[in-house]
């Protein structure tokens, strides 16, 4: 789903009411769809078995005031008016808050950490300086590594819990929409032979159409999300004006009391299809990033909110009438459609599910860290692995299943727990990042904690009848997602014990002992300082080098994104006369690694305006040079005072301004690209920086190659058996199946050199 597109590619976040009432109307189709087709289901869910439909009304009186109070409390109370303000520099969800306890409590997970990271202005731009209330908290969880990892574990599982609801919501949500064939078809039988085709037909097409993109259609997002909620909160109306227009009453907390005492432990566990009324309330946090949370604010309050309570009023009402129960479909949402508007209705449904099912879909493909994005479409995120895994998960699902009651069962219990965790981290923000009291924390979790605790009790009872499905996935995915962290941690640890120190590079000599030939050398490393283990092993086997090295380390850090003005760190690694180079590249966990050539020319300019506003020093000693210092460089487009770069055909012509001061190198005979470089005026440079860059330029013009290492991770002799499996086994499989770095920069593979090593961690 292209967010861009939707959004109408609108970055700057204006606080004029019209930009907010614009935000506000998109969001309806990308935030709300899968939250206001949950009373397709809802009602249905509810009476599947544990509880039945009187003519006391008690039931559907209580479920009534469930539903109310918990769309209260929860949706309107604990995000719009709490959670959203917990917003990661304008970015939401899981990682937005683990990010800010990460910053505020040091106890960030990620091995190659940088004081200089603590710089960046989305670092400082949330106060994470300050030092009040909660410091012993934050002591304790810095002092305790396993509190770190309980902390990180508490992450993953609301992330994994988020995946398994991108396979859950999809699967109930069409297969919800599609069952109102059951009283439209001619005959009553025919319906179980027609719902589930059709679902899986749907669900194939929607997934089918991840890869074409949905930038196209995407603009009718937020209408048929807008027709949906009218036209359920008109029905609603309908029904309470036709059916029983005191159904308002069972609003009243005291109904819930009279369903508790009459249905006792049936009740109780009839709760888990009552807080699938709530399903898709997360998404109003997690997709905070592509609003404003007045956007957000004012289409749930306004427009969604009063729509459910509406349409959820309406069914009861018509509920209370209707007694006679020919069949379990007749607590559905259908029967309380008028019979003059249900083939409409029904298509209008179908088209909310899949809208609601493509905002899910979209919302797990972001979370998942190796994003690949369309060359064609900026914004567009499409992963065809994790897109045709998705959809065979969804259609076993609804194959296996075939009802809403299991489906029901599953998806709750995958969305209670994502709000559970999310809980339990704002209890932590309101402490270590707001400075609020322990006592406001306390009460914060022990309100919301009490309620979301009880319908997480109710949805676990039914372990065996579906919850165990997303319990399931999100075990498989938290594996997947601990043994890539262990296995990354030990190879990080094994680089840094056994990197080369710089006695061995002094000793080598300016040309390294071997012969440097020209061009650049771009050597990808993990490690933030001193000198990879695998250059050794490159200067020790191969007969010749390029005459500029760079190590490259592209690393993420705990915020959402990285301005364009800080996103290169660059220092030199040993004397000048090596021209060995470090550059460290810094991504968000939000920000977007580009597919073109635009990354390899920010990273070449990048090493140029190091040499030209470096001041010149007299230091050689081994003190100096270990203590590696960077400068913040940015990329091109951002640091417009600084070298520019152009390449263009070596016969070509071209004036520059006056202002600025253009180095050039000449081309030899052969025909290839002439790389120029545009320095501003002042500083004037000294003829050290001008001889070097014009070796800059020579090393361009005669090509660059990527140099990687393809680490072979064994586990050492004498581990554990445990240790041997993840490392060998799990950790081998998924470095062999996964993406590397040649494809997230889009390295020419003639361009490229792979070296293997044995890593024994």
């Known amino acids: 789903m292209d967010l861009e597109g939707v959004i109408s590619n609108n970055p700057i976040k204006r606080d004029s009411w019209k930009t907010v009432l614009t935000l506000a109307y998109q969001s309806l189709g990308v935030v709300y769809g899968d939250l206001s087709t949950s009373p397709l289901y809802v009602y249905k869910s509810t009476f599947a078995e544990d509880i039945h439909h009187s003519e006391t009304n008690e039931e559907i009186y209580g479920v009534l005031s469930f539903v109310f109070w918990t769309l209260t409390l929860v949706p309107l109370v604990k995000y719009v008016f709490i959670v959203l303000r917990a917003d990661d520099n304008g970015e939401g969800g899981t990682f937005a808050l683990y990010s800010l306890l990460c910053r505020h409590a040091r106890v960030n997970s990620l091995p190659n950490c940088q004081l200089a990271d603590e710089e960046l202005f989305e670092y400082k731009n949330d106060g994470s300086g300050k030092r009040n209330i909660g410091s012993s908290l934050k002591s304790t969880l810095e002092k305790y590594k396993v509190l770190q990892r309980v902390l990180l574990v508490l992450a993953l599982i609301g992330t994994c819990m988020v995946i398994g609801d991108g396979v859950l919501t999809p699967a109930i949500s069409v297969f919800s929409a599609v069952s109102g064939l059951e009283l439209s078809v001619i005959s009553r039988e025919q319906h179980r032979y027609v719902e589930v085709p059709v679902a899986c037909a749907i669900l194939v097409f929607l997934f089918a159409l991840q890869h074409y993109g949905t930038h196209r259609v995407g603009f009718l997002f937020a209408p048929v999300v807008i027709t949906w909620l009218f036209c359920i909160s008109a029905i609603g109306v309908y029904n309470i004006y036709h059916w029983n227009p005191h159904v308002y009453q069972a609003l009243s907390p005291y109904y819930m009391y009279k369903f508790l005492k009459k249905t006792q432990r049936g009740g109780w566990m009839s709760l888990g299809g009552i807080l699938l009324c709530i399903t898709g309330s997360e998404a109003m946090f997690a997709d905070l990033g592509h609003f404003s949370q007045l956007s957000i604010k004012i289409a749930f309050t306004c427009v969604v909110y009063p729509s459910l309570i509406l349409a959820y009023m309406g069914q009861a009402a018509y509920l209370s009438q209707h007694h006679v129960m020919d069949s379990h479909y007749h607590i559905g949402f259908y029967v309380s459609v008028p019979e003059k508007i249900r083939w409409p209705v029904l298509v209008i449904a179908i088209l909310a599910a899949v809208v609601g ?405």
């Open 357 to 761: 099912s493509q905002a899910i879909i979209t919302g797990t493909f972001s979370i998942i860290k190796q994003l690949h994005t369309s060359s064609k479409i900026h914004g567009q995120i499409y992963i065809p692995e994790i897109n045709w895994t998705l959809m065979l998960l969804c259609l076993a699902v609804t194959v296996g299943f075939r009802d809403t009651k299991r489906m029901g069962n599953a998806a709750g219990l995958a969305v209670i727990t994502v709000m559970l965790v999310t809980t339990c981290l704002m209890s932590l923000v309101i402490v270590l990042c707001w400075h609020k009291s322990i006592l406001l924390a306390l009460c914060f979790i022990f309100f919301f904690g009490s309620i979301e605790a009880l319908y997480f009790s109710a949805s676990l009872i039914k372990f065996l009848e579906g919850a165990w499905v997303p319990i399931a996935l999100s075990f498989i995915f938290m594996i997947i997602m601990y043994v890539w962290h262990y296995g990354t941690l030990k190879k990080y640890e094994f680089d840094v014990q056994n990197k080369v120190s710089m006695h061995w590079l002094l000793s080598l000599g300016p040309n390294l002992g071997i012969v440097r030939v020209r061009g650049i050398g771009l050597i990808h490393t993990e490690l933030v300082s001193g000198i990879p283990a695998i250059f050794s092993h490159f200067v020790t086997n191969l007969p010749a080098f390029h005459q500029v090295v760079v190590f490259l380390c592209i690393k993420s850090v705990p915020v959402p994104h990285v301005r364009p003005k800080e996103r290169f760190l660059v220092g030199r690694v040993g004397p000048k006369e090596y021209r060995v180079y470090r550059c460290i590249a810094r991504y968000g966990y939000r920000d977007i690694h580009k597919d073109d050539m635009e990354f390899e020319k920010d990273l070449f300019c990048s090493i140029a305006e190091l040499v030209r506003s470096e001041r010149p020093e007299c230091t050689t000693r081994i003190e100096d040079l270990e203590d590696e210092k960077m400068t913040v460089v940015g990329t091109s487009s951002s640091n417009l005072d600084g070298v520019r770069l152009c390449e263009d055909d070596a016969g070509s012509s071209r004036k520059e301004d006056a202002s600025s001061e253009v180095v050039e190198v000449i081309s030899p005979q052969k025909p290839r690209k002439r790389v120029r470089f545009l320095v501003p005026e002042s500083p004037r440079m000294d003829r050290e920086a001008r001889e070097e860059l014009k070796e800059l330029m020579e090393a361009r013009e005669a090509g660059m190659a990527f140099i990687m290492g393809h680490a072979y991770v064994r586990a050492k002799r004498g581990s554990s058996f445990m240790k041997k499996v993840v490392i060998n086994l799990g950790y081998d499989f998924l470095r062999r199946n996964s993406r590397g770095p040649t494809y997230a920069l889009s390295i020419p593979h003639a361009s490229s050199l792979e070296v293997g090593m044995v890593y024994e961690v």
